[in-house]
């Protein structure tokens, strides 16, 4: 079974909303920190949105006030809800996660997330 699966993506016009989900299949035993990370064509993956085990987010400057990620409570579902999409917000959206070890930050600048769903497409025509 794959872990996180994501879906939701599509093809939305400049200023429209959308919302993507994740399922995950992850240990209820055990704290992670999750996050949304996307890709751009030509540009490397970037994270964009995490949240932690206790439901403290950040977010990249790039989304910050447009984007909200959510997770249910027993980390069954990552939510991340797009506002004022807008066509540099096109690209290639992955759920991921990292076991939440002790000392560990969950932010936007990990690098080493653990587990990758295989991806969704967001396009937002110029």
């Known amino acids: 079974q794959v872990p996180l699966v994501e879906s939701g993506g599509g093809e939305v016009q400049a200023g429209a909303s959308l919302r993507l989900s994740c399922a995950a299949r992850?240990?209820?035993?055990?704290?992670?920190?999750m996050g949304w990370a996307r890709q751009a064509p030509g540009k490397e993956r970037e994270v964009i949105a995490v949240i932690d085990q206790d439901g403290t987010t950040e977010y990249a400057v790039s989304v910050q006030g447009r984007f909200t990620i959510s997770k249910d409570g027993d980390k069954r579902t990552l939510s991340l809800q797009m506002n004022d999409l807008k066509s540099e917000d096109t690209g290639m959206y992955y759920c991921?996660?990292?076991?939440?070890?002790?000392?560990?930050?969950?932010?936007?600048?990990?690098?080493?997330?653990?587990?990758w769903g295989q991806g969704t497409q967001v396009t937002v025509p110029s």
């Open positions: 992850l240990s209820p035993y055990m704290p992670f920190c």
């Open positions: 991921a996660a990292i076991r939440r070890y002790l000392g560990m930050k969950c932010t936007v600048g990990i690098t080493n997330f653990e587990l």
